[in-house]
């Protein structure tokens, strides 16, 4: 049986090292101009630092190129994947089919991740994008256990599901906060936006407080609960599932660091001492990370246990 993958979104280079030190296996980084809700921004220059830290400790590094381009980006786009063939990274996550074509016309061999976040439905697709140069697939996040098994065994590329995080409920490419200050002429608030990470939508009757933030990419509303199954995680492991996600997107720096290294022994356990080692653990650590979890963002299996309702 293979050892999964753990795969981590660090916010800066600073924290690539911390995240190597806690034992992830891969990274996703880039920038918002062609990558969506990344957990930190990062300059071909520092990817290209970091590319040489991730390499140099033997893991891998994922470029995020899956915004949805207009036609003003696409020659930005052209000279963004030649650089990441330039410094070497080990893929490029894309959901435009734009990416396929232009990494094609420029002869890029960096390989590539289909991350179409909640189209990646069903096997059919996955074998689609497969056949076009996919070597990976993400999953959708709103896929049950039985759906994540079913297109593992009808295909033969990786799959890589999300099991730690956030999770995007909604997306405009509009700036829709910033309209709306404009529209009152409250500028000074727009100014003060900038780096807040404490925006919320509130739901009184159900007394939710659902995340937002603007990027480049427009606006981006949260799920109210943090997924979490550091405790449910053997069907994913006896699947064979290729690579297990904690996306640490708007989360602290300690916080991300922390649960990677859970994570980390939670899948050693497994893997290295049996299901029995793990099962000893597991309520260890899922007490380890809800006694560090913020008291705004309960946890919950997100869509793979249970069918949630936003």
């Not at 918002?32 to 140099?56: C, N, P």
């Not at 990646?120 to 689609?128: D, E, I, L, M, R």
């Not at 009152?184 to 919320?200: A, G, P, T």
Request: charged share 30%; with cysteine; net charge negative.
């Amino acid at each position: 049986m293979k050892k999964p993958e753990l795969l981590v979104t660090p916010q800066s280079i600073e924290h690539v090292e911390a995240l190597i030190e806690a034992g992830a296996d891969a990274f996703v980084i880039g920038e918002q101009k062609f990558g969506l809700r990344l957990a930190g921004e990062f300059t071909v220059a520092e990817v290209e630092e970091a590319t040489k830290l991730i390499r140099a400790a033997g893991k891998k590094v994922y470029v995020a190129v899956n915004a949805l381009f207009h036609n003003d980006r696409i020659e930005a786009l052209e000279a963004y994947v030649q650089e990441m063939q330039r410094i070497g990274v080990d893929a490029l996550l894309f959901g435009d089919p734009a990416v396929v074509t232009v990494v094609r016309e420029l002869g890029i061999t960096v390989p590539l991740h289909w991350s179409a976040e909640t189209i990646a439905t069903n096997w059919f697709q996955v074998n689609y994008w497969g056949a076009r140069g996919a070597k990976r697939a993400v999953l959708a996040r709103e896929l049950s256990i039985d759906e994540v098994i079913e297109i593992k065994e009808n295909t033969t590329h990786e799959i890589e599901v999300q099991v730690h995080g956030m999770t995007c409920m909604f997306q405009s490419k509009r700036t829709l906060l910033g309209n709306y200050f404009l529209y009152r002429d409250e500028v000074m608030e727009i100014d003060k936006r900038k780096e807040s990470k404490n925006m919320f939508l509130h739901d009184k009757e159900r007394k939710n407080k659902y995340l937002i933030y603007e990027d480049l990419n427009g606006t981006h509303i949260f799920s109210p609960n943090d997924m979490c199954i550091i405790d449910e995680l053997t069907e994913l492991f006896e699947a064979g599932i290729d690579s297990l996600k904690f996306d640490g997107v708007l989360q602290s720096f300690d916080y991300v660091v922390t649960v990677t290294n859970l994570y980390r022994q939670a899948i050693d356990a497994y893997f290295e001492q049996g299901e029995e080692a793990y099962e000893d653990l597991k309520d260890e650590l899922l007490a380890k990370i809800e006694a560090i979890q913020p008291e705004l963002r309960p946890l919950d299996t997100g869509f793979i246990y249970k069918e949630t309702v936003y």
